[in-house]
């Protein structure tokens, strides 16, 4: 996997990221899936008052495998809360990158294992938002788990 992070946080390190990252992929993906990845994280400033948004994930990729991608992140969220962030949008990476999830951008339409999502369907009742929601505080508290010890 190759990984980019552009920009700062201001209570997480570059090293930290990137721990959680490679983490994340490791369990959420098979190593043939992550060996083929680029992810960029990009440390946004003010995205939750711009955007109202914590965080999102972009697919990049301009063929039918989804491999590249863009995460973009609060950089002012706080340790826990961007940490846990980065896991949510990582389990959309490993939705978009198995085919489980693809977003039709010419007609706006998400579809997901097969059906087809409008754009008024109810963000919190997305299964592949469901899915994230449901992983990422595991996820977050077993990349935790792994850091004692390390002085991390």
């Keep these: 996997m190759q990984l980019t992070i552009t920009g700062t946080a201001s209570k997480v390190t ?4 990137a721990d959680a990252v490679y983490f994340y992929a490791e369990y959420l993906m098979s190593d043939r899936l992550q060996k083929n990845l680029e992810i960029e994280i990009v440390l946004e400033k003010n995205l939750i008052k711009n955007e109202s948004d914590q965080a999102y994930c972009v697919d990049l990729s301009d063929s039918g495998a ?8 609060d ?8 940490l846990i962030a980065i896991a949510h949008e990582m389990v959309h990476v490993k939705q978009y990158a198995r085919g489980e999830l693809k977003y039709l951008s010419s007609k706006k339409l998400h579809r997901y294992q097969g059906k087809t999502y409008t754009p008024d369907h109810m963000y919190w009742d997305r299964p592949w938002e469901i899915e994230a929601f449901g992983r990422e505080l595991g996820l977050y508290s077993m990349f935790q788990q792994s ?5 991390k």
């Design 14 to 17: 570059e090293q930290q990221i």
């Design 66 to 73: 989804s491999r590249d991608f863009e995460i973009t992140v």
């Design 75 to 82: 950089a002012d969220m706080g340790k826990r809360a961007l």
């Design 147 to 151: 850091q004692k010890g390390k002085g």
